[in-house]
């Protein structure tokens, strides 16, 4: 309601919570959050999408450096110009706005640009992004996004020209006359800032690359963890049986008519029924189970699914004792377990045969006491990241009328025949019945993976962004110290130096910046995996494999770059360098 705020809401729901506690499933009062509903919709994408903001201004800091870095070296070669303008009498002011506009103006192009690219690219990405992603739909580039970005272009400008601008501004006349800018590279503190901002950026690299690889590994390790159930050759399709059109009876009639016509059709290796899919997204409902002699009810909490005998062996769910459900059952209340569910309730003990109530001593379904006839394997349930909770299976048949929807999976290896056949055998038995489109397993699997997968790729693909980038402007400083240092190895190779001698000076100029940005980015990339913790599956935060492999691609990828003016190096002419000097 209007007015009402998210405390006074929760203590509404609180109180009604408690009037409500003996019609509850687990009999026990959960406690009320109340947040809003945006937080509802965007709270499993907010991290992961925080990730990718994280993953996007690391590479666009990179390329600011790359650009001040650029600036820097640019002014050091324009210092003589700029003393003759001020001999001329130009003002300080004037030199620094003169600076500043082409700063803007280079950055401004480089913008529209991005811009440019940015419509075709959103497109690709958008085709890509998973369906559930809350309002993908609306994504676009509108007037707000083009004002932000050009915001972001204008301060870049400004944070990447103010500096190198003012240092030349501030030169003095006499001094500036005197510098050479075919030799000098602006001074040891000229020098010590590019080599800073390029270590910066091989940090950044290291940072985005290390959570790229780990959120890969993790992806992978999730494709390949234990499911405890195969979807390979199974069509499902979700039917909605409510309690008012299907009583109890009725509705056991249906789907045992229903499973029976659909395990003998022509293609069908065997069918199943399930309250609930794996890995759809749905944990079902959350029951207390209480094991027959405590005396203190709902000490577990499981996770119920109803289903039929043929279900387990529809899925390759193993079976670790007993049996599953027979059509002799139909006269009595049993049940099949998990193996956790065993484990934990039953430590010790033979869990075929034990008896146990389920839900409130209050509700009717307390009243019934089931009998454990078989113990299968764990199966993860909501997601594939999910840990493997306790479940117990009930027989389709029982009086479950909380339980509206059903799901049937049928394994067959010709899909495309089967589909239009069970749609007719579903609407035989029910002309009204609303019939969606089905979907296989191997497909709902897929699907529940596409948030993370979508993700991952946008963070190693801005990652490897950045690894480029960085190698760009290693490249670029080592390209601009020899290009200031031609006359020096010229009276070198003149003087006898041989080729490994040479290719080692320019190399050397990387592994300062190089080494300080490795180590500045593996430390700092220890609180980046502790951020994303809750996104990894399977691998562990401070991986020492993820850390040095990273450290080993970006070392080697940047002193690859040193490969090109290492070469040049060595083939400078000593008669053309003295003679230019």
Known sequence: MPGVSTSQAADELARLQQQLAALSLSGRVVPVAVWPLREQVASNYRLGLLVLWAAVGTVLLITCLNVANLLLARAVTRRREIAVRVALGASRMRILSQLLIESVTLSMIGGAIGVAAAFALLRVVLAFAPGDLPRVDEVHIDPRVLLFTSAIVLLNAILCGVGPALGTSRSAPQDAMRFDPRTASGGRQARRMRNLLVSVEVGLSVIALVVGMLLLRSFQEILHAERGFQSADVVSVTVGLPPTRYPAPKRAAFLQEAVETLRDMRGVNAAGVSSVLPVAGDTGPGLGLTPEGVAEPGQHTIWLRAVNGDYFGTLRIALFAGRSFVSQDATRSVAVVSRLTAERVWPGEQPVGQRFRLGPQTSELFKTVFEVVGVVGDVRGASLTSTFAETVYLPYWQDLSFITN????????????????????????????????????????????????????????????????????????????????????????????????????????ALGPLVVGLLLGAAASIGAQRVIAGLLFGVRVGDPVTTAGVLALLAMITLAACYGPARRATRIDPVRALRAE
């Open 406 to 509: 059903w799901s049937f999976l049928v394994k067959t290896r010709e899909a495309s025949l089967v589909m239009p056949q069970i749609r007719t055998v579903l609407r035989n038995l029910d002309q009204e019945l609303p019939i969606p489109a089905f979907r296989t397993l191997d497909s709902i699997v897929a699907g529940s993976l596409d948030q993370r997968r979508f993700q991952t790729a946008l963070i190693v693909i801005l990652g490897a962004a950045g690894l480029i980038l960085a190698g760009l402007g290693l490249y670029g400083v080592v390209s601009y110290e020899i290009s200031k240092r031609t006359t020096e190895i010229g009276i070198r190779i003149a003087l006898g130096a041989r080729q490994g001698v040479i290719q080692w000076l320019v190399v050397r100029q």
